[in-house]
Each structure stands twice: as structure tokens, then as C-alpha cells.
């Protein structure tokens, strides 16, 4: 299972979804961690979990891998999402449009993949009178 997430918009499609540098950064410019750079934090208890970044693009992606395999009816790995930036300083995410994208890969081929609208805010409602009037 593979997962990233990215902008909505054509104005952002070429830009990368992560943490800002504020967040993401000491004050003396290094950073606070090697994770501290990837905005979606997956977790199961099932799977292990690795993150990637693309040379080219800049794009954060998260694999899940391997997936158990299942016998009968019970067809399912619970898996947790979380969004580590959640600020309002000027280089995060929060009023722009995100979207989860997850494939679901076997021996290398797209076999499945579904698309989550995400909004990733800390208040929510600011953000619905910031709709409301804008």
C-alpha cells in the first residue's frame, strides 16, 4: 500500500505536501528530525511502515509493506492517519486543498487505488466562517 498526499490545486499540483520549515527546522536550520519533513504520519500494528522521498518531484510517500495476507472473510489491516503540521504560520497547508492519494500495488502492478479529500486544520471553526465570508 503506498500513500501521498498532495495539492488539489494546478497552482500547487508541482509543489511537495510537508511539514514547514518553521516546523520542521531548529532555529539553527537543521532538522529536528528525519521524519520531521513528512506531514502524514501512518501507523499498523500489522505492517511496517517506511517513508520515502522522490529525488525528481520532491514528494513525500508512505509504503505500507508487506500487507498481511488473510484467510476468509476478515479482509482488513486498521491503519492510522495522522497530519503532523496543524499551524497557522504562512508556509503551512492549512488553507490549501489536499488529497490522499493510496495504491494498492501487487509485484509492482496498480491493482486498486482510492483518493481522500483531506482539509487539515487545527480550528475548525475559523476555517468555516473563513469559507463562509471569502
Known amino acids: 500500500l503506498k500513500a501521498v498526499m498532495v495539492f488539489t490545486s494546478p497552482d500547487h499540483s508541482n509543489q511537495s505536501v510537508s511539514v514547514c520549515y518553521q516546523h520542521s527546522h531548529t532555529s539553527s536550520g537543521k532538522l529536528k528530525d528525519p521524519l520531521s519533513p513528512h506531514l502524514m504520519r501512518v501507523s499498523s500494528e500489522l505492517v511496517e511502515t517506511r517513508y520515502l522521498q522522490f529525488k525528481d518531484t520532491g514528494k513525500h510517500v508512505?509504503?505500507?509493506?508487506?500487507?498481511?495476507?488473510?484467510?476468509?472473510?476478515?479482509?482488513?489491516?486498521?491503519?492510522?492517519?495522522?497530519?503532523?503540521?496543524?499551524?497557522?504560520?504562512?508556509?503551512?497547508?492549512?488553507?490549501?486543498?489536499t488529497m490522499v492519494v493510496s495504491s494498492l500495488e501487487v509485484q509492482e502492478t496498480n491493482v486498486g487505488r482510492k483518493v481522500l479529500h483531506v482539509r487539515v486544520c487545527t480550528c475548525h471553526k475559523g476555517d468555516r466562517e473563513h469559507e463562509e465570508n471569502g
Open 62 to 97: 508512505v509504503l505500507l509493506d508487506p500487507l498481511p495476507t488473510y484467510q476468509g472473510n476478515d479482509q482488513f489491516t486498521p491503519i492510522t492517519i495522522k497530519y503532523t503540521d496543524l499551524g497557522y504560520c504562512p508556509g503551512c497547508i492549512t488553507m490549501r486543498d
